[in-house]
């Protein structure tokens, strides 16, 4: 697993081009903050989280529990979910307004596209909402 990227993904390339084009400045994978979230905007107080559905055990048609190893990624990824709770719960305290995109957003067939997530994403932090979820048309499937 040493292969698999945290940081740097395709989704999270695109959001970051996007913003950035949009004229979004901001700081990536900041060690100073809890869970070290992908893109943080100090001038909106806000960070933006950008989950692969896999590693996060989305609800979406992306996400498949593996045939082999059940017990192993049962706690990997039961692990992973725990953390994004405690993570959230401390940006929250801190004051830091929260976005989370999932990768369904951008990829599979409940995808939005690239340009419909970046607009969602720019609406948000020009709303001044606490939190927001941008996720694929049919997540529930």
């Known amino acids: 697993m040493s292969g698999i990227r945290g940081a740097n993904t395709k989704p999270e390339m695109i959001v970051r081009?996007?913003?950035?084009?949009?004229?979004?400045?901001?700081?990536?994978?900041?060690?100073?903050?809890?869970?070290?979230?992908?893109?943080?905007?100090?001038?909106?107080?806000?960070?933006?989280?950008?989950?692969?559905c896999f590693w996060h055990a989305h609800d979406c048609h992306l996400f498949r529990w593996p045939k082999s190893r059940g017990l192993f990624w049962r706690e990997k990824i039961s692990g992973n979910r725990e953390r994004d709770i405690e993570n959230f719960a401390a940006l929250r305290s801190e004051g830091w307004r929260i976005l989370q995109i999932w990768e369904c957003a951008l990829?599979?067939?409940?995808?939005?596209?690239?340009?419909?997530?970046?607009?969602?994403?720019?609406?948000?932090?020009?709303?001044?909402?606490?939190?927001?979820?941008?996720?694929?048309?049919d997540a529930d499937d």
Do not use: C, N
């Not at 979004?24 to 060690?31: A, W």
């Open 107 to 137: 990829k599979g067939r409940s995808r939005l596209g690239p340009e419909k997530v970046v607009e969602l994403a720019a609406e948000w932090l020009k709303s001044g909402e606490q939190a927001g979820e941008i996720r694929g048309t």
């Open 17 to 52: 081009r996007g913003l950035h084009a949009r004229g979004y400045r901001f700081r990536l994978h900041d060690r100073k903050l809890r869970g070290r979230p992908d893109m943080v905007l100090p001038r909106h107080s806000a960070v933006i989280l950008i989950h692969g």
